[in-house]
């Protein structure tokens, strides 16, 4: 389905295009955001002001980054939902959270600038945006422009994995989204997905295999930096603090998990990426939500991951982080396990096959022990508060 704005003509005028892809990420992003504002209006949003306007300003420009067939376009959305973020990150205030959200906005405008570099590039060689007649002309590019098409191509790479995440781009991520309000978080779970997103979209449309003298552009690069990405964030999990901090972790994780399948380019790995993607997001967001009711349940101990008195509704939020537990591991039934098995039969016959089953395994048994301990110290090992008073 192609809608042409102001009913010009493509490759002239603005389009958006919903494809099973779009579709996919927009479903998505549309159930994430219910289970957000429903948790949101339990007081999240009262703590700062525009929650609300803010939030359906994220929504838009995750949306329209999803549905544009223009790379201008795609700048322009990546804008959008970069300015509610940033509203969104500071909302409620607090020294940590400004001190992570100064962090964020910095290492963002960085990526907004060489985005518009790249886009002005291709234009200036190519005289077009659309990613659909990129994808032509890109295809026909004379040796003489060669050099510059590639460096546009890597620019937008170096922009895309800013925004999902990506070694070594990836430091901003973990404050940022450990000291923002659960229900941003929880929206922000998807908002890594647009850089991934982008990668697949744009480098197998443009720089596919059918690109000419630019195909595969990224072939070398991607999936050892998401092996790399997948591991570093895992060890980010094993030595986390508290629950919050984890599960930002989790995030960088599992977006190297999902950017190891677009890295490995067969049909299959796609789609166990693709599989992978909403099951990774949707666990990511609730081990979020469940971090705040924990924390609120804690009191002065909050999420840290040391021993407290026991908490009220104890065994309902143990079971939930138990299930939410088993889902992020990859343990069977739930849905992580299909995309970690899907993912392990993608990678045989591949170069990388050794890589990739050893690291997704050991990362897999890694997330298992560090749950386990979270899950031990946030529940099991508890306290009375008279403890300290019998034992003076």
């Known amino acids: 389905l192609v809608y042409q704005l102001g009913n010009w003509v493509a490759p002239y005028g603005i389009v958006l295009v919903v494809d099973r892809l779009a579709a996919w990420l927009l479903l998505t992003t549309a159930l994430l955001a219910v289970f957000a504002l429903l948790y949101a209006i339990r007081g999240s949003d009262t703590q700062g002001r525009h929650f609300h306007v803010l939030f359906q300003l994220q929504l838009f420009g995750l949306n329209g980054a999803f549905l544009t067939g223009d790379l ?22 607090g020294r940590q959270r400004v001190k992570a959200g100064l962090h964020f906005v910095v290492i963002n405008l960085v990526g907004s600038t060489l985005f518009l570099f790249a886009v002005g590039t291709l234009y200036g060689v190519t005289g077009t945006l659309n990613m659909a007649d990129l994808a032509v002309k890109l295809a026909a590019t004379p040796p003489d422009n060669l050099a ?25 991520l973990p404050a940022a989204y ?45 999936a050892p930096l998401a092996l790399a990405t997948l591991t570093l964030g895992m060890l980010g999990v094993v030595a986390s603090t508290a629950l919050r901090q984890q599960a930002a972790y989790l995030v960088v994780a599992s977006i190297g998990s999902l ?112 749950l386990a301990r979270s899950g031990s110290l946030l529940f099991y090992r508890t306290h009375s508060p008279y403890d300290s008073t019998r034992a003076s």
Not at 72 to 84: C, D, H, Y
Not at 195 to 219: E, K, Q, W
Not at 328 to 350: D, E, H, N, Q, V
């Open 72 to 93: 201008f376009n795609l700048f322009v959305f990546f804008e959008i939902l970069l300015l509610a973020s940033y509203g969104l990150l500071l909302h409620g205030g």
């Open 259 to 370: 950017l190891l399948a677009f890295g490995l380019g067969s049909t299959d790995a796609i789609a166990a990426g693709l599989y992978y993607l909403p099951h990774s997001t949707f666990a990511a967001a609730a081990l979020f939500l469940l971090a705040d009711s924990i924390s609120r349940a804690r009191g002065e101990f909050a999420d840290r991951f040391e021993s407290g008195p026991e908490m009220p509704g104890a065994r309902v939020l143990g079971g939930l982080f138990f299930v939410a537990a088993v889902a992020i591991a990859g343990l069977p039934p739930l849905s992580g396990f299909l995309g970690k098995f899907m993912l392990l039969k993608a990678a045989l016959g591949s170069p990388l096959m050794p890589w990739v089953w050893s690291v997704v395994l050991l990362t897999g048994l890694l997330s298992m022990i560090a």
């Open 148 to 172: 510059l098409v590639q460096s546009a191509g890597l620019l937008l790479f170096a922009v895309f994995a800013l925004k999902a995440a990506l070694l070594p781009l990836y430091l901003w």
């Open 178 to 222: 450990a000291h923002t309000s659960a229900p941003v978080a929880a929206l922000f779970a998807i908002m890594t997905k647009v850089g991934a997103y982008s990668i697949l979209r744009v480098y197998t449309l443009m720089f596919g295999g059918d690109a000419g003298p630019v195909a595969n552009l990224l072939d070398p690069w991607l």
